[in-house]
């Protein structure tokens, strides 16, 4: 896969809007490695710095093109609300309105309900699944 990640990295050199590069794991990079989550070897990731998602497609470089053409460069955020749906929009905005201790906050407790509730929830859910296959 190397040779045609580093056409890739040719590809897109200079890009104004995409970034291709690669991280070595096990030497200078491995900080870098161990936040985004890399656990094997070759990983790809995708998306804004501060939300990488592994990539599951093919690994040629005709795949990777193609991906990336398709995929990277900017999407909706602060920076580009004009790539947002009027719902995300108004929502981004929002939340551009408050202060960072108030975000922060609604973070904390959103980040508790998806830990807390949610498993609660989907046990419930199994039970009500389960009580109407019994019907």
Request: charged share 30%.
């Given at each position: 896969m190397k040779p045609a990640w580093d056409k890739l990295m040719d590809e897109f050199k200079g890009s104004p809007t995409a970034l291709i590069a690669d991280a070595d794991c096990t030497a200078a990079g491995k900080s870098l490695c161990d936040r985004v989550g890399v656990k094997g070897y070759p990983t790809i990731k995708w998306g804004t710095p501060d939300d990488l998602v592994d990539y599951s497609g093919g690994r040629d470089f005709d795949s990777l093109?193609?991906?990336?053409?398709?995929?990277?460069?900017?999407?909706?955020?602060?920076?580009?609300?004009?790539?947002?749906?009027?719902?995300?929009?108004?929502?981004?905005?929002?939340?551009?309105?408050?202060?960072?201790?108030?975000?922060?906050?609604?973070?904390?407790?959103?980040?508790?309900?998806?830990?807390?509730?949610?498993?609660?929830?989907?046990?419930?859910?199994?039970?009500?699944?389960?009580?109407?296959?019994?019907?």
């Open positions: 093109k193609k991906f990336a053409s398709e995929s990277l460069g900017p999407t909706c955020g602060p920076g580009n609300l004009d790539l947002c749906s009027a719902e995300v929009k108004k929502k981004m905005e929002g939340f551009m309105a408050m202060t960072a201790d108030r975000l922060q906050g609604k973070i904390r407790n959103a980040e508790r309900i998806v830990e807390e509730e949610v498993p609660h929830m989907k046990k419930v859910l199994a039970h009500l699944q389960k009580g109407k296959s019994e019907l």
